[in-house]
T-cell receptor
Framework: NAGVTQTPKFQVLKTGQSMTLQCAQDMNHEYMSWYRQDPGMGLRLIHYSVGAGITDQGEVPNGYNVSRSTTEDFPLRLLSAAPSQTSVYFC???????????FGSGTQLSVL | KNQVEQSPQSLIILEGKNCTLQCNYTVSPFSNLRWYKQDTGRGPVSLTIMTFSENTKSNGRYTATLDADTKQSSLHITASQLSDSASYICVVSGNNRLAFGKGNQVVVIP
């Protein structure tokens, strides 16, 4: 039982490049979400999904895209990377609203 | 204004000593409050959950309290160990949302 798996662990991009952060969970959780964590800012919600085929915006969605074609996978796409997107990104899953969050190990992204 | 405020922002304690972290929130209606521990370079891991009817709950050397009337919670670490060095994040659930505190950064030194 791997829990929540995120790849890659580290990534460096140039401004304007696009990429996809991968997230997969094996706990059959309906709820999945993406957060970014910046120094002094805490965790901020980017996008979330309450089930396959259903996604919605969080607090800071601009510049990011998501899709949820299966229960297991919830990739995060950066459309055109900007230096302001330099951050640590966490994917999380949970059984439902208010339930315990299970986080991945994070992706440290630098945009030059 | 952030709905969850944590204090102190950071602290350094000697190994073996106790410390208390504070979390004040304004989330309403309130569903539950969780404390997460985040080790450097890792994702947060849940330590404990507090619901409206619970005042105190322990998880090993960690004891959480909740005062729903004053909307305050604390996390007490007893006999700290080097492995307690981490960020402790308070997360409050309510109104179909999660509100995150910015964390208490704890450094335990020998």
């Amino acid at each position: 039982n791997a829990g929540v798996t995120q790849t890659p662990k580290f990534q460096v991009l140039k401004t304007g490049q696009s990429m996809t952060l991968q997230c997969a969970q094996d706990m059959n959780h309906e709820y999945m979400s993406w957060y970014r964590q910046d120094p002094g800012m805490g965790l901020r919600l980017i996008h979330y999904s309450v089930g396959a085929g259903i996604t919605d915006q969080g607090e800071v969605p601009n510049g990011y895209n998501v899709s949820r074609s299966t229960t297991e996978d919830f990739p995060l796409r950066l459309l055109s990377a900007a230096p302001s997107q330099t951050s640590v990104y966490f994917c999380a899953s949970t059984r439902g609203q208010g339930e315990k969050l299970f986080f991945g190990s994070g992706t440290q992204l630098s945009v030059l | 204004k952030n709905q969850v405020e944590q204090s102190p922002q950071s602290l350094i304690i000697l190994e073996g000593k106790n410390c208390t972290l504070q979390c004040n929130y304004t989330v309403s209606p309130f569903s539950n409050l969780r404390w997460y521990k985040q080790d450097t370079g890792r994702g947060p891991v849940s330590l404990t959950i507090m619901t409206f009817s619970e005042n105190t709950k322990s998880n090993g050397r960690y004891t959480a309290t909740l005062d729903a009337d004053t909307k305050q919670s604390s996390l007490h670490i007893t006999a700290s160990q080097l492995s307690d060095s981490a960020s402790y994040i308070c997360v409050v659930s309510g109104n179909n949302r999660l509100a995150f505190g910015k964390g208490n950064q704890v450094v335990v030194i020998p």
